[in-house]
C-alpha cells in the first residue's frame, strides 16, 4: 500500500463528507452518543462500522485480538467502563468471525512466544466445551464452533464487569454474541440465551 495515498483518500473523503454535509465535521466535533460497544477482532479484513453499515459517532468500538475480554485485561475493563457507565450505551456487542486466526492459533500446540498467554484464554474456552468440541468429527466445523463459544464466554465476561452489573440495575441494558462470515458478509446473531447462561453464575459473579 501507498502510504501517500492514504492522505490523498483522506482529502477526498473530507471533501465528500463536506459536500453532504457543510457542518458534518462541525457536528463530529460537538461529542459522541452512541447507543453501542462493539468488541471484535483487529482481524484487518473485519471492520466494525462497514459490517454494520454505521457512520461515526454512532458506536463506541475496541478490537484485540481474538475478540477477548479477560478480565486481567486494563485496556477492555477501561473500554468497558466508559461506554457503559460514562457514554450510557444500552447495548454491548462482541463479535467473532470464522476463519479467525487467533482462535485458530489457540487450537494448535505450538509455543507462539508473547502470545502465549493471549491464546490461553481461547484454550481456556475449548476446555470448558471440550466434551462438544470433541464430538465434532469435521475440522472446520470443530473451528467454526469453537469461534462461537469464544463469542459466547467473551459475553459471559461482559457480563461479569461491575460495570455491566450495575448498569443492569439502573437501565435497560443488553448483551449480544455476533458471529461475522467472511466467506458470505453474512452477520449472524448467535441468539444466546443468557438468562440460562447467568444462570449457572449468578450466585458466584453476581456484585450487590
Known amino acids: 500500500m501507498n502510504i501517500e495515498q ?4 483522506n482529502k477526498n473523503w473530507i471533501t465528500n463528507r463536506l459536500k453532504v454535509d457543510e457542518h458534518y465535521f462541525e457536528n463530529l466535533s460537538k461529542g459522541q452518543n452512541p447507543d453501542i460497544l462493539y468488541i471484535g477482532c483487529s482481524d484487518s479484513r ?3 462500522e462497514d459490517l454494520m453499515g454505521v457512520q461515526p459517532g454512532d458506536v463506541f468500538v475496541h478490537r484485540n485480538i481474538a475478540n477477548m475480554v479477560p478480565n ?5 475493563m477501561s473500554v468497558i467502563n466508559y461506554a ?8 454491548v456487542v462482541v463479535c467473532g468471525h470464522y476463519y479467525c486466526g487467533g482462535v485458530k492459533a489457540a487450537m494448535q500446540s505450538a509455543d507462539l512466544g508473547i502470545l502465549n498467554p493471549w491464546l490461553r484464554n481461547i484454550r ?9 468440541l470433541d464430538a465434532i468429527a469435521d475440522d472446520e466445523a470443530r473451528y467454526k464452533r469453537l469461534v462461537e463459544l469464544n463469542v459466547q464466554e467473551q459475553c459471559v465476561n461482559v457480563l461479569k ?4 452489573q450495575r448498569a443492569y440495575r439502573e437501565r435497560k441494558i443488553t448483551v449480544h454474541g455476533w458471529v461475522f462470515d467472511i466467506h458470505s458478509g453474512k452477520l449472524i446473531d448467535l441468539k444466546i440465551n ?4 447467568l444462570d449457572q453464575i449468578r450466585e458466584i459473579y453476581h456484585l450487590d
Open 84 to 91: 457503559v457507565s460514562h457514554l450510557k450505551v444500552n447495548h
Open 194 to 197: 443468557f438468562g440460562e447462561v
Open 6 to 9: 492514504i492522505f490523498v483518500n
Open 46 to 48: 473485519v471492520t466494525a
Open 124 to 132: 481456556d474456552v475449548y476446555r470448558i466445551h471440550r466434551q462438544e
Open 161 to 164: 464487569t461491575a460495570d455491566v
Open 72 to 76: 486481567t485485561d486494563l485496556s477492555a
